[in-house]
């Protein structure tokens, strides 16, 4: 029996050690929950200071309106022809086509955007007429040539997302092409050189229309008419 008593202090005292270990325990898993739930900053990574920055080649430029350099690494010469081509540089105002209009854009080694060439842009427009053989022959009709100079004033006054074109407004003068068939080519002549064609635009020229006088009455100013079309076969 009292040997039994003996053993009841040392049993109080490990309950009590087993008892106080877990309420450490439990203090420990509520801190470690607080935690947990407590938001916590976000701390974004630094950039370094010497980080490469991506030149891209179809951002437009902070200063559209600015004159562009003349560049000198052109690579290919890329020409575009309008579904309504024809020019009338008559004051009068006329319906027949004296020239033409045309894009062509010069096409840079450093990035794939038009630029402003140093060189000469050459235009040359062909009357196409038949052949030997059925073929068709080539004959020179006009000729137009600019240099980085003279071609600026066709340069777009902004920058494009594909870079600055020449806007061309060509007329032919007294060249009498109305209703033949022509080719355009545009050529850019580097300053080593080496010239860079483009790919010829084929065009039909309309007719001429011609004008004739009405019949006014006495002392009426007199005035004038296009003759009318002539109609199409059925």
């Known amino acids: ?13 490990a309950m009590s050690a087993a008892c106080g ?14 935690i947990i739930s407590t938001p916590q900053p976000v701390v974004e990574p630094a950039e370094p200071a010497n980080k490469p920055k991506w030149n891209n080649p179809f ?21 575009f022809g309008f579904k309504e081509p024809w020019v009338s540089f008559d004051a009068a ?18 990035a794939p955007i038009g630029v402003y060439g140093d060189g000469t842009l050459t235009i040359k427009m062909y009357r196409i ?3 030997a053989r059925g073929g068709r022959a080539r004959e020179l009709a006009c000729e137009w040539s600019f240099t980085p100079e003279e071609a600026m004033p066709f340069l777009s006054r902004k ?28 050529a850019f002549t ?9 790919t010829p635009l084929s065009m039909k020229v309309p007719k001429r229309v011609e004008e004739e006088r009405v019949a006014e009455p006495a ?11 002539a109609a199409a076969n059925r």
């Open 21 to 34: 270990g877990c309420a450490d325990l439990f203090q420990k898993k509520q801190q470690q929950s607080a």
């Open 190 to 198: 580097l300053m080593d050189g080496r010239v860079l064609a483009g």
């Open 59 to 79: 951002r437009k430029a902070d200063t559209e309106d600015a004159t562009p350099k003349k560049q000198k690494n052109i690579v290919a010469v890329r020409t």
């Open 129 to 131: 007429t038949p052949g």
């Open 93 to 110: 105002g006329d319906r027949n086509a004296e020239g033409f209009k045309m894009t062509v854009v010069l096409e840079s080694g450093d």
């Open 159 to 186: 920058r494009r997302d594909w870079g600055w074109g020449y806007g061309l407004r060509l007329n032919w003068g007294d060249t009498d092409v109305y209703g033949q068939e022509i080719e355009v080519v545009a």
């Open 219 to 229: 002392g009426a100013m007199p005035t004038k008419r296009h003759a009318p079309k």
């Open 1 to 13: 029996m009292s040997r039994r008593r003996a053993m009841i202090p040392v049993f109080l005292a």
